[in-house]
């Protein structure tokens, strides 16, 4: 899993899948799903990230997971 923030257009991607997307809806304003060619969610699309989702602060609980850090 992959968490993209993109401030110039202040969007969250949130990649779920290294499958591509091949389907996508909007399940409300300014978020929309990504899906497979099997209907499996793979990844999720944020508008105006900043007013929707707290930026600030990432917890990762009991996750089975390598951590990896990339800075812009």
Known sequence: MKLNYYPDTDSLYIDLSERPSVE???ISEGV??????????????????????DLKQLTL????????????
Do not use: F, H, M
């Not at 929309?32 to 989702?53: M, P, Q």
């Not at 609980?61 to 812009?72: C, D, E, H, M, N």
């Open 32 to 53: 929309v799903l990504d899906y497979d060619t099997e209907g499996n969610l793979v990844g999720i699309d944020i508008d105006n990230a900043s007013r929707k989702v």
């Open 24 to 26: 996508s809806r909007e």
């Open 61 to 72: 609980s009991k996750l089975p997971l390598t951590v990896q850090t990339i800075t812009a």
